[in-house]
């Protein structure tokens, strides 16, 4: 039996809060599923070398840690990776600068990442490594020897070669990507984006018949592995925490109006300054709602060292106190507005109460709250799902209320239509999505990759001399 080994840049430890995000989930439902180890930084700085990484080992996973320098950190991750791949995967150019010392670190962090992680492997090793941070490593594991099967997922969209090339290092990045034996993404979109890298780069002919990418003596396949949830557990910690202390604390104070909920990482892909001014626009256009519907975001803190986010955080704040301002009555707050985080049970609870579930990313790979307030909601009274046409999950979930995220007036007229939504029409729209979100599961996700990188093992992966 291969054992699955995954490497992404911060792993969460068991017990230990750490900032929530969708690759956490992922990467955690697959080892569960499986066993294994997972390697990452653990999410200490430090002034000094990196030494041995810790482990540590619970139910059946192994968890291999490594410190970063200060200054490295900084510059790999601050840096490049979230001011420079971030925003151009985002396709956001304002927000993205290119510096050669971040690329630098972002060079040298991987090899420490590749040495580190070296002396833990074992033959028969499945390797999976997960996105932006981390796309050299496949290579410099190749250049250290190792031969067993590489995978790489991307979590986040993958951009056309039109706006790839606006990196100075843009065919590095694209080489550094063949070397792996799988490459997934998210959606056909990300997919057909990467092809016309490969074709960019090293021509048509490079793309075989079979959809398989042939690079020298290398051959590798790139496909779709849409990322999901765990329908029944989401359900069953939705469920529960309904008669939770803060779910139930939070539905009283309703006084039985209607519930809107937002759960997003604050992030400026998340489209949340344009789903204010949407909410905005709302408010003005159908003054029936007034007093009658709450607007309940929860967005926690991520990345704060880097500027972008410490201004979209001051914009959000003027955003909702400005809506509050203008709106508000005595006995009601149109927005309420919470940094805070919460563990992931009661978010599924708020999640279940609310009536309106709003996703309106900019620009996402996937969307884990959308699939995870579908998968919450009560199939019998269920609450309607708003979600942007730019997030990887409006593929899938196309029996949502389908918006583009920058069209304030549309989302305000979706945010009305689904609150006035007959029953059977709810269930109709909910029912197909559950049906899709039960098919394409979190466990039939990695299952597919594993299964991927399984029959990446032995000669398939290399081209015979003919
Ligand atoms: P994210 O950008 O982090 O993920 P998302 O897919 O919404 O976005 O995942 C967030 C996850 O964290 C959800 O499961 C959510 O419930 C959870 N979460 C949010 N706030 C939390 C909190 N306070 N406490 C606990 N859990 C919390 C990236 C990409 C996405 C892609 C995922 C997975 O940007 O496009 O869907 O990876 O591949």
Redesign the pocket.
């Known amino acids: 039996m291969s054992r699955l080994v995954c490497v992404s840049n911060r792993i969460s430890l068991p017990r230990k809060s750490a900032a ?4 956490a ?2 990467v955690l439902s697959a080892l569960k599923r499986t066993g294994g180890l997972w390697f990452g930084w653990g999410g200490d700085t430090i002034g000094h070398e990196p030494g041995d990484p810790d482990q540590l080992i619970r139910d059946g996973v192994t968890y291999a840690t490594i410190d970063l320098r200060t200054r490295d950190f900084e510059l790999y991750y601050n840096g490049y990776s979230n001011q420079m791949l971030w925003p151009l995967f985002h396709y956001f150019l304002r927000g993205m600068r290119y510096s050669v010392e971040e690329r630098d670190a972002y060079e040298s962090v991987n090899r420490l990442f590749a040495q580190k992680l070296l002396p833990l492997l074992q033959e028969r090793d499945l390797i999976w490594v997960h996105d932006y941070h981390l796309i050299p490593l496949g290579r410099q594991l190749r250049e250290a020897g190792v031969r067993r099967p590489l995978g790489f997922f991307l ?2 969209p993958f951009p056309n070669i039109e706006m790839l090339r606006v990196l100075p290092t843009y065919a590095e990045l694209l080489r550094d990507l063949t070397h792996y034996d799988v490459v997934g993404f ?1 959606t056909q979109n990300d997919l057909k984006a990467f092809y016309s890298g490969i074709e960019h780069l090293f021509g048509a002919e490079a793309i075989r018949s079979d959809g398989r990418i042939r690079v020298g003596d290398r051959v590798l396949r790139a496909d779709v592995f849409p ?1 999901g949830v765990d329908v029944a557990s989401v359900q069953n910690e939705a469920v529960e925490a309904m008669s939770s202390d803060v779910v139930r604390r939070m539905y009283d104070s309703l006084m039985g109006r209607h519930l809107m909920v937002g ?3 604050l ?1 400026y892909s998340k489209g949340l300054p344009e789903r204010f001014s949407a909410y905005q626009h709302f408010l003005e256009t159908y003054p029936e709602n007034s007093g009658r519907i709450t607007y309940l975001q ?1 967005a ?1 803190l991520s990345r704060s060292d880097v500027k972008a986010y410490v201004e979209i955080r001051q914009a959000l704040e003027q955003a909702a106190g400005r809506t509050n301002g203008r709106f508000a009555d005595t006995d009601w707050t149109p927005i309420r507005y919470l940094n805070r ?4 049970s009661t ?1 599924m609870g708020l999640l279940r109460s609310a009536h309106v579930g709003i996703v309106t990313p900019l620009r ?6 959308a699939k ?1 307030f579908v998968a919450a909601q009560n199939a019998d009274d269920p609450g309607v799902l708003v979600l942007s046409t730019l997030a ?1 999950a409006a593929r899938e979930l196309n029996s949502a209320l389908l918006v583009n995220p920058y069209d304030s007036r549309a989302v305000g007229h979706a945010i009305q239509a689904a609150l006035s939504m007959p029953l059977p029409e709810r269930r109709e729209r909910h029912a197909a999505m559950l049906q899709t979100l039960k098919r394409n599961d979190i466990a039939s996700w990695s299952r597919r990759f594993v299964e991927a990188l399984e029959k990446a093992d032995g000669t398939d992966t290399r081209v015979r001399a003919i």
């Open positions: 929530p995000g969708g690759l989930v992922g979590h986040i998210q990322i759960v997003d990482r992030d929860i926690p985080n919460f563990p992931h978010l996402d790979g996937m969307n884990l709250v995870e990887g």
